[in-house]
């Protein structure tokens, strides 16, 4: 009843061959009808609807040196930074509670960092890291 050990056992691949043909067959159907590029819509600049700058922005500024300006050209210790930012957001709405962060990227990212997590620990919602126009808040 067992095999005989001089007969190897052999795959029969001719359904195999079958069902890849098939298949080869339809790939080749529906390929043409499948779209050649996809459409993409680039939103448009819009220049008429220019956002105003809110004089309520709450801005910190990180110099080269190490120093810390709040508010404008102001500068203080973080000790005093939390204070400051405290009462400053205090009287505000959850939704206004949005503070920039502006640094040279010359400022070791452990400093820019340390003053994150004040800001955060003062009452922050919101932190931006500001990435345009930095000569115009950092200069020294």
């Known amino acids: 009843m067992g095999m005989s050990s001089g007969s190897t056992p052999e795959i029969n691949v001719t359904p195999l061959i079958d069902v890849l043909l098939v298949l080869l067959i339809i790939f080749m159907v529906v390929a043409p009808l499948k779209p050649a590029q996809f459409e993409t819509k680039v939103p448009q600049k819009n220049n008429t609807n220019q956002a105003e700058p809110n004089n309520e922005t709450l801005m910190v500024v990180l110099k080269t040196d190490n120093t810390i300006e709040f508010p404008a050209r102001n500068k203080v210790t973080p000790e005093e930074l939390q204070e400051r930012l405290s009462r400053a957001l205090a009287d505000r709405p959850d939704d206004q509670k949005t ?9 070791a990212y452990s400093n820019i960092v340390n003053v994150i997590d004040i800001i955060k620990g003062s009452g922050a919602q919101t932190i931006g890291l500001q990435i345009d126009a930095l000569d115009l808040v950092t200069e020294q």
């Not at 503070?99 to 400022?107: D, E, Y």
């Open 99 to 107: 503070v920039i962060v502006a640094g040279p990227t010359k400022l």
